[in-house]
């Protein structure tokens, strides 16, 4: 049987916001169509495209802003490298003049009203966010394919199974936490350390270094961008930024006009509990408003759980001084694998599991990242990823308007801090004695999604998302 096989760039991959299930993972099927209309030579006959959208996909598709991904993704446009100050201007043109240039390419006549459809009470079984294009062509034919986005903007497309990609011979094969701990064990190799050999496979260890510190960069913007912007979150709730005001509060009156100064400054400020607690906080405050703000994040494994990671890496590189290239790039290597298991095991999808798949599973990773790289044991490692998975099981996904604010960019700061605190027991304990594994707790969390009720999953029709009363402007 074909297993999957995980990059690190499969895990963190850089896009736009606020959802990588519900904003990445649709804006990719719609670059995936238009290729295979390409593929099939029939670009060119397209006269008319219509999109359905079933399930978690139509229930929270405005808030998430499926919409807006996907037609920029039939566009051509790129989440990696599309300015995001054009998105507004792009959209607007679009639902104005009645047309879009299908992959850059071919003009067709498009009506955001009619040609967009939100099947609110349909689901298809394999997974809840499910996209149907339909395309028509001028010889009066028509060409359908459904693709599913099944969590991290991970994408399938219907009839296959997600492992089409070229198998690779990788030296230390991982399947669950038990695999890894075998390699690392026999090899006396750190987690990091077996990633990287795992990603010798598809690359060279210089473009995965490389690719690994373009995707810090771009967290790292975002954490400073998101301190140093005001305003309100899209979408009508009316919530206000408040990592910017928070970081004013923390760092005084200083102006610092860039990241480094800016982190110089910050450990000026000492390393108090309160003082690196507010810190951890805002900075996972800062990426999930840009999220919100349809910013550039990377998914890590999820945009709605974007914070978290950056949150906990900023944390180690500003009060453990971690900034050093190689530090940085063993966090993130070693986090990955982690999300790889939970991927495998289980999911990373809320749709399919509540927010412990999403905010559960980046603390996770982030607290066996962080207890790697202050030099904990591979086994304590795996006890962090345990302990913080452990703390999030059952944690339901219930996004209020079906925005990805409340309570999903608090809950950012959530997972942070359980991160770090797991990551704390996991150095002061002795793994040897511990009496839940991380397998087991990937287990258990696969076994609380399946038996989670559908209302919980992504789909506003429980939880906070129905008793918090709030009036959103018509779509």
Same mark, same amino acid.
Request: proline share 3%.
């Given at each position: 049987?074909?297993?999957?096989?995980?990059?690190?760039?499969?895990?963190?991959?850089?896009?736009?916001?606020?959802?990588?299930?519900?904003?990445?993972?649709?804006?990719?099927?719609?670059?995936?169509?238009?290729?295979?209309?390409?593929?099939?030579?029939?670009?060119?006959?397209?006269?008319?495209?219509?999109?359905?959208?079933?399930?978690?996909?139509?229930?929270?598709?405005?808030?998430?802003?499926?919409?807006?991904?996907?037609?920029?993704?039939?566009?051509?446009?790129?989440?990696?490298?599309?300015?995001?100050?054009?998105?507004?201007?792009?959209?607007?043109?679009?639902?104005?003049?009645?047309?879009?240039?299908?992959?850059?390419?071919?003009?067709?006549?498009?009506?955001?009203?009619?040609?967009?459809?939100?099947?609110?009470?349909?689901?298809?079984?394999?997974?809840?966010?499910?996209?149907?294009?339909?395309?028509?062509?001028?010889?009066?034919?028509?060409?359908?394919?459904?693709?599913?986005?099944?969590?991290?903007?991970?994408?399938?497309?219907?009839?296959?199974?997600?492992?089409?990609?070229?198998?690779?011979?990788?030296?230390?094969?991982?399947?669950? &936490?038990?695999?890894?701990?075998?390699?690392?064990?026999?090899?006396?190799?750190?987690?990091?350390?077996?990633?990287?050999?795992?990603?010798?496979?598809?690359?060279?260890?210089?473009?995965?270094?490389?690719?690994?510190?373009?995707?810090?960069?771009?967290?790292?913007?975002?954490?400073?961008?998101?301190?140093?912007?005001?305003?309100?979150?899209?979408?009508?709730?009316?919530?206000?930024?408040?990592?910017?005001?928070?970081?004013?509060?923390?760092?005084?009156?200083?102006?610092?006009?860039?990241?480094?100064?800016?982190?110089?400054?910050?450990?000026?400020?000492?390393?108090?509990?309160?003082?690196?607690?507010?810190?951890?906080?805002?900075?996972?405050?800062?990426?999930?408003?840009?999220?919100?703000?349809?910013?550039?994040?990377?998914?890590?494994?999820?945009?709605?759980?974007?914070?978290?990671?950056?949150?906990?890496?900023?944390?180690?590189?500003?009060?453990?001084?971690?900034?050093?290239?190689?530090?940085?790039?063993?966090?993130? &290597?070693? &986090?990955?694998?982690?999300?790889?298991?939970?991927?495998?095991?289980?999911?990373?999808?809320?749709?399919?599991?509540?927010?412990?798949?999403?905010?559960?599973?980046?603390?996770?990773?982030?607290?066996?990242?962080?207890?790697?790289?202050?030099?904990?044991?591979?086994?304590?490692?795996?006890?962090?990823?345990?302990?913080?998975?452990?703390?999030?099981?059952?944690?339901?996904?219930?996004?209020?308007?079906?925005?990805?604010?409340?309570?999903?960019?608090?809950?950012?700061?959530?997972?942070?801090?359980?991160?770090?605190?797991?990551?704390?027991?996991?150095?002061?304990?002795?793994?040897?004695?511990?009496?839940?594994?991380?397998?087991?707790?990937?287990?258990?969390?696969?076994?609380?999604?399946?038996?989670?009720?559908?209302?919980?999953?992504?789909?506003?029709?429980?939880?906070?998302?129905?008793?918090?009363?709030?009036?959103?402007?018509?779509?």
């Amino acid at each position: 049987m074909q297993r999957e096989q995980i990059s690190v760039f499969d895990i963190f991959k850089i896009g736009i916001g606020p959802s990588s299930s519900h904003t990445l993972g649709p804006w990719r099927a719609a670059q995936q169509f238009t290729a295979s209309l390409k593929e099939q030579n029939l670009l060119g006959e397209v006269e008319q495209i219509k999109i359905l959208l079933y399930g978690s996909l139509a229930k929270t598709g405005i808030g998430h802003g499926t919409d807006v991904a996907i037609l920029l993704g039939l566009t051509g446009a790129d989440p990696v490298t599309f300015d995001v100050s054009s998105i507004d201007s792009t959209i607007e043109s679009i639902k104005k003049n009645h047309s879009l240039v299908l992959a850059g390419e071919q003009p067709i006549t498009f009506n955001y009203d009619d040609d967009l459809v939100f099947l609110f009470f349909e689901s298809l079984p394999f997974h809840p966010n499910a996209v149907t294009f339909q395309a028509f062509l001028k010889t009066g034919k028509a060409i359908s394919e459904t693709y599913y986005s099944i969590g991290g903007g991970f994408v399938i497309k219907e009839g296959e199974d997600g492992k089409e990609r070229e198998q690779v011979d990788l030296p230390f094969p991982i399947e669950k &936490a038990a695999d890894l701990l075998h390699w690392c064990l026999t090899t006396g190799l750190k987690v990091s350390e077996v990633v990287l050999e795992n990603e010798l496979a598809w690359r060279t260890e210089t473009a995965t270094r490389t690719g690994i510190l373009q995707h810090f960069n771009v967290m790292k913007d975002c954490i400073y961008r998101g301190c140093h912007t005001s305003g309100f979150l899209p979408g009508g709730l009316n919530v206000a930024r408040r990592a910017v005001a928070l970081n004013k509060r923390l760092i005084g009156n200083g102006v610092y006009t860039n990241y480094e100064s800016w982190v110089t400054a910050i450990r000026a400020g000492g390393n108090g509990f309160n003082y690196t607690l507010d810190w951890v906080s805002c900075f996972a405050l800062a990426v999930n408003e840009e999220n919100a703000s349809f910013g550039r994040v990377v998914t890590a494994p999820t945009n709605g759980a974007a914070g978290v990671i950056p949150a906990v890496l900023q944390y180690f590189i500003t009060f453990c001084d971690g900034f050093a290239e190689e530090k940085i790039t063993q966090f993130i &290597a070693c &986090a990955s694998e982690i999300g790889s298991i939970f991927k495998k095991g289980a999911t990373i999808s809320a749709a399919m599991g509540g927010c412990q798949a999403e905010i559960g599973v980046s603390s996770a990773m982030a607290a066996a990242a962080l207890t790697e790289c202050l030099g904990g044991s591979q086994r304590q490692v795996l006890m962090a990823a345990e302990i913080a998975m452990e703390h999030h099981l059952g944690l339901t996904c219930d996004p209020i308007g079906g925005l990805v604010q409340i309570p999903c960019i608090e809950r950012n700061t959530m997972g942070a801090i359980k991160a770090i605190t797991a990551s704390q027991l996991a150095l002061q304990s002795n793994p040897d004695k511990a009496k839940v594994s991380l397998d087991a707790v990937v287990n258990t969390m696969w076994e609380t999604a399946l038996d989670m009720n559908s209302k919980y999953k992504e789909t506003s029709d429980g939880g906070l998302a129905t008793n918090i009363p709030i009036s959103l402007p018509e779509c």
